[in-house]
């Protein structure tokens, strides 16, 4: 157990759907990470969350969101899904950005 | 634009067969370069951080080493239990703050018995 949680840890929903992925840092990090992985792209970076304020963002589409709440846990939310973002999702913190990331073991999810 | 780029994608050894990954990169400043190793259907789980051109790490059968353009990760007489896909990652000073993870594609090791 890494100390980061995530849920749920399967997911399958509809085109047009919407869905939300949960994540708890480990505790006493303030930075969240969330990634999408798929089979041919590999990692890729969505968003930083630290201490509740967005500090990065990377190749995050519109139709996702996410937020980090005064708990510090996250969540990122995906709406209007479409086949393509079927994918890994995860979450990973860290105690500040310089610091190596712990990751979770990730939201699976399939859309059909 | 910053890019990590790893080789082989795939690689497999005989047990005891000795090897290395390599993985190339080209940032605007480097704050750290990570090893990671991923099992399937699980996340990411961090092997080794290296800062500076010249420094290694050391870890069981494995050791991380870093260039001014590249690090390998030497895996000496690995064993089955080694098989995963092991992943490189740059961190990238931006604006004065250090910024997300860059992730290479990763290398899939399998070693057979």
């Known amino acids: 157990d890494s100390g980061v949680t995530q849920t749920p840890k399967h997911l399958i929903t509809a085109t047009g759907q919407r869905v939300t992925l949960r994540c708890s840092p480990r505790s006493g990090d303030l930075s969240v990470y969330w990634y999408q992985q798929s089979l041919d792209q590999g990692l890729q970076f969505l968003i930083q969350y630290y201490n509740g304020e967005e500090r990065a963002k990377g190749n995050i589409l519109e139709r996702f969101s996410a937020q980090q709440f005064p708990d510090l846990h996250s969540e990122l939310n995906l709406s209007s899904l479409e086949l393509g973002d079927s994918a890994l999702y995860f979450c990973?913190?860290?105690?500040?950005?310089?610091?190596?990331?712990?990751f979770g073991s990730g939201t699976r999810l399939t859309v059909v | 634009e910053d890019q990590v780029t790893q080789s082989p994608e795939a690689l497999r050894l005989q047990e005891g067969e000795s090897s290395s990954l390599n993985c190339s990169y080209t940032v605007s400043g480097l704050r750290g370069l990570f090893w990671y190793r991923q099992d399937p259907g699980k996340g990411p789980e961090f092997l080794f951080t290296?800062?500076?051109a010249g420094e290694e790490k050391e870890k069981e059968r494995l050791k991380a080493t870093l260039t001014k353009k590249e690090s390998f990760l030497h895996i000496t007489a690995p064993k089955p239990e080694d098989s995963a896909t092991y992943l490189c990652a740059v961190q990238v000073i931006k604006g004065g703050s250090q910024g997300n993870l860059i992730f290479g594609k990763g290398t899939k090791l399998s070693v057979k018995p």
């Open positions: 990973a913190s860290s105690v500040e950005s310089n610091y190596g990331y712990t």
């Open positions: 290296l800062y500076s």
